[in-house]
């Protein structure tokens, strides 16, 4: 539900597309499943977009990184088309958004992406390394025109919401605001970034900040059967007397993190995105569905 009138119109941007230089391989286990995988990351051609491809299934089909692809599970961003599923794709999507690869061949030895340390610096770090060339179509863009406020289904009474207005530096503004109603390990905090900065200097400030969790939610998890193969060290893990067996990177480690999801989830659009997006206490799940109701409502 939306609070005020938002408008967002579909424009052409003056940046040229681009696609990596070369092939490079992303190796490691995914943190719910453990199971061993390389994402392998190819040049494409332009206008193709980000697309996913199941080598461990025959006839596998292309799973385009588009929103409509989107499936629901928990705490993660999974596509698939027909039978054809990858999971864990946030931080994989939020890389290549930061390195400005529009076009992009995943090809994978297994559904859930590497969960490397908990970050996507090891995925950006190896689409910088690898390069990027510049094609000739140019790069679309959904653009903020009027602002509103998106309220997901329920939230009204408890706070999560995102607002969204006009950009006043034509690039993407990300906010995000974390809090928790009840007593939490995980202290309040905020983080922001301005899309204009340059791919190094989210590698710098967003890629290295890790997932969390409370060891209650952990401990959950484990008992569910999932999350076996991760120790304290792969993700940040909050006891009620503090971080179990780690050290953070930022003391807002937490609130950067959810906005290099939030990237990611935005990169659904298949577009760049011109305006500023302030997110509280929204999840995966929020994110795509602003991201839908905005392409319903794009002129
Ligand atoms: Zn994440």
């Known amino acids: ?12 941007t003056s940046r040229r597309q681009q696609t990596l230089a070369r092939r490079v391989d992303v190796s490691g286990f995914g943190l719910w499943t453990g199971v061993d995988v390389v994402y392998s990351f190819r040049p494409a051609e332009e206008n193709s977009g980000v697309r996913f491809f199941r080598d461990d299934l025959p006839n596998s089909v292309p799973i385009p990184a588009s929103v409509k692809n989107r499936v629901q599970k928990p705490r993660q961003t999974s596509l698939a088309v027909g039978a054809a599923q990858v999971d864990m794709v946030e931080h994989v999507l939020s890389a290549l958004r930061a390195a400005r690869v529009d076009n992009c061949d995943v090809v994978v030895s297994a559904p859930e992406a590497p969960g490397c340390d908990g970050s996507c610096a090891p995925i950006l770090q190896a689409l910088l390394d ?10 679309s863009a959904i653009k903020v025109t009027e602002p509103g406020v998106y309220y997901p289904d329920g939230s009204v009474l408890n706070g999560a919401r995102i607002e969204i207005l006009p950009s006043v530096s034509e690039g993407a503004f990300y906010e995000y605001n974390l809090y928790y109603d009840r007593p939490c390990a995980i202290p309040n905090q905020k983080a922001s970034f301005n899309f204009n900065a340059s791919p190094e200097e989210y590698l710098r400030e967003i890629a290295p900040c890790r997932t969390f969790l409370t060891l209650e939610e952990a401990n959950a998890l484990r008992a569910m059967g999932v999350c076996q193969r991760v120790t304290a060290k792969d993700a940040l893990v909050f006891a009620p007397e503090g971080l179990v067996d780690n050290e953070l990177r930022f003391d807002n480690e937490c609130a950067r993190h959810k906005l290099l999801d939030m990237v990611g989830d935005f990169a659904l659009a298949s577009a760049d995105w011109i305006g500023e997006f302030r997110a509280f206490k929204t999840g995966h799940q929020q994110n795509a569905d602003l991201v839908s109701a905005l392409l319903d409502l794009c002129e």
Do not use: D, K, N, W
Request: no cysteine; aromatic share 4%; glycine share 10%.
């Open 1 to 12: 539900m939306f609070l005020g009138t938002p408008r967002v119109v579909a424009v052409e």
């Open 130 to 139: 690898a390069g990027v060339v510049r094609q000739q179509a140019l790069r």
